[in-house]
C-alpha cells in the first residue's frame, strides 16, 4: 500500500462517523451537526399568540407621516373587533378611512369592506404588516413600527 492510498483511508475513516452523526443530527466533536436550523426554529414561530390589546395603539411608516390607529372594542371571543383609522393621505389612496377587522389567528387579525380587503398583522411587539387589496388586483403593503409616546 502506497503513503497515499494510506493517508485517504485514514481520512475517509476519520470524516466518516463525522458526515454519519451530522445525517443523524446529532452534535459531532467539533460542535457542528444538529438538525437543521427549519426545524428548530418552526416549531416557536407556529406558538405565538398575541392578546388582542397589543395591537390597539398608534402605527408608522416612518417617523414624519400621519399615524395609523389601532384601537379594539370590548368584546371578546367572535364578537371582538379591530377598528382601524387610517389618515388622510391613505384614504385617499385607497378609497376608504376605516376597517373592522376580525381575528384570523393569534398574530393577524382580516377584514373585507365594499370592494377592499384589509389584513393587519404584527410582525412582533412593535412591529406590524398592513396590507389593503381591492378586488381589481391593487396593494398597499405598509410596514409598520409602534410610535412611542413620551412619558410625562
Not at 15 to 35: I, K, L, N, R
Not at 63 to 69: F, G, L, N
Not at 88 to 117: C, M, P
Request: glycine share 6%; proline share 9%.
Amino acid at each position: 500500500m502506497t503513503r497515499f492510498t494510506a493517508l485517504m483511508a485514514a481520512s475517509a475513516l476519520a470524516v466518516f462517523p463525522a458526515c454519519h452523526a451530522m445525517a443523524a443530527g446529532q452534535p459531532t466533536p467539533d460542535g457542528q451537526g444538529g438538525p437543521p436550523p427549519a426545524q428548530t426554529q418552526a416549531a416557536p414561530a407556529a406558538a405565538v399568540s398575541y392578546p388582542q390589546a397589543m395591537f390597539n395603539g398608534t402605527w408608522t411608516v416612518l417617523a414624519m407621516t400621519y399615524p395609523i390607529r389601532v384601537m379594539s372594542n370590548r368584546a371578546l371571543g367572535p364578537a371582538a373587533r379591530l377598528l382601524l383609522a387610517l389618515p388622510d393621505d391613505y384614504a385617499k389612496i385607497v378609497g376608504q378611512a376605516r376597517f373592522a377587522l376580525a381575528r384570523v389567528s393569534g398574530t393577524t387579525w382580516e377584514g373585507a369592506q365594499d370592494n377592499l380587503h384589509a389584513s393587519f398583522m404584527l410582525v412582533s411587539e412593535n412591529s406590524a404588516r398592513l396590507i389593503i387589496t381591492s378586488r381589481d388586483g391593487h396593494k398597499m403593503d405598509l410596514p409598520l413600527y409602534r410610535v412611542e409616546t413620551p412619558a410625562p
